[in-house]
């Protein structure tokens, strides 16, 4: 148990992406903090995982809020212990829309949760580390961070940030023995899949198979990630396994990104 006795917060970690991750970190003997925005969801999300108040524990915070997170994370100490972990599940994916009538209120909170959450996150956590002189982040990009998708210019433009912030943050914490590493999820199946299909975006069969007209490439393994294959290499990044790789960006897509 390549995790044991460790402490990990996960933010957005009441379901999809997130809730498979903290599966993970269990299997592996670490402890889990499931940060999200809604306090029930949080607390049943961290019941379903473990122990409550030994293993696990389900907080409320908005990771777009600075002084909800510093109350968020002191919590994560006080129940479970020492912070050693961050995963950055915490996300939005807004409805398409066109740049040229693109909401701005809608803009701005896909880059307030997206990648101010990310920074947020990862700044409190650093810092907790930095004190310890350990640690690992991983945050959850998007391999919309690379190929363009019609109608997402929030999502996508958030995405690229947090894989270029994560390798900045890489070089800055390499010195005090702190990992930071980005996984990009292809098309996974989650809740997310809900907001794919819109007049001017792709479906699922569009993802999976291509169409020239709205989605351009498909998926070369010809089918969606499921969460947990995505949580695979969190983990794994997250672990000791991964003890000489920082400041990397792995995509987790099927073979997505290379056509």
Not at 99 to 119: H, I, M, N, Q
Request: with cysteine; glycine share 12%.
């Amino acid at each position: 148990m390549t995790l044991d006795g460790t402490v990990t917060v996960v933010t957005g970690g009441a379901g999809g992406i997130g809730m498979a991750v903290g599966r993970h970190i269990i299997a592996e003997g670490g402890k889990v903090a499931v940060l999200d925005i809604d306090a029930d969801r949080a607390c049943d999300a961290a019941q379903s995982l473990g122990s409550s108040g030994v293993t696990t524990a389900g907080i409320r915070a908005d990771v777009t809020d600075p002084e909800s997170l510093e109350d968020g994370f002191r919590a994560v100490v006080d129940r479970l212990g020492p912070l050693y972990g961050l995963v950055t599940c915490a996300g939005i994916r807004q409805t398409s829309a066109p740049v040229a009538s693109f909401p701005y209120e809608r803009w701005k909170r896909v880059l307030d949760v997206d990648l101010f959450g990310t920074f947020l996150s990862s700044r409190k956590a650093a810092a907790m580390m930095l004190e310890r002189g350990e640690g690992s982040i991983v945050t959850i990009g998007s391999t919309s961070a690379t190929l363009p998708r019609i109608g997402q210019a929030a999502y996508c433009t958030a995405k690229a940030g947090v894989a270029a912030f994560t390798k900045v943050l890489a070089l800055e914490l390499a010195e005090s023995g702190i990992r930071a590493n980005c996984v990009n999820p292809g098309s996974t199946a989650t809740g997310m899949v809900d907001l794919w299909s819109s007049p001017i975006e792709s479906g699922v069969e569009d993802r999976i198979h291509g169409n020239l007209q709205r989605f351009r490439a498909g998926v070369p393994l010809r089918r969606l990630a499921r969460p947990e294959e995505i949580a695979d290499s969190v983990v794994f990044l997250l672990s000791p396994r991964s003890s000489y790789i920082t400041g990397h960006v792995l995509a987790v897509d099927g073979g997505e990104s290379i056509i």
